[in-house]
């Protein structure tokens, strides 16, 4: 007697909340950084390469990290036997 379960569409929604929160902490020392740079009169041309960087780092980091987690949440499987439980390690078999 073998019996599969799948993971909850609630894991990926988790996944997608955290990756919000890292590109909102991202945008929010983004933020602060150009305060401080806008209140120290400090080089003009700083706060747009600042801000280029984060733009491009979240950027990146959504186009790597969103489809590994779809695939791998996808193919996340436990097989349940009688003696034993098994977890297959979600390979990203495209």
Known sequence: MEETIKPDKKLFTKTVWVLLTISAFILAG?????????????DPNAPKVIWLIAVIAILVMWLIAYPIA???IRNLAYLIQSERILKNKAALYI
């Open 30 to 42: 983004v933020s602060i950084t150009h305060l401080i740079i806008y209140i120290a009169d400090g």
């Open 70 to 72: 779809k695939l791998r």
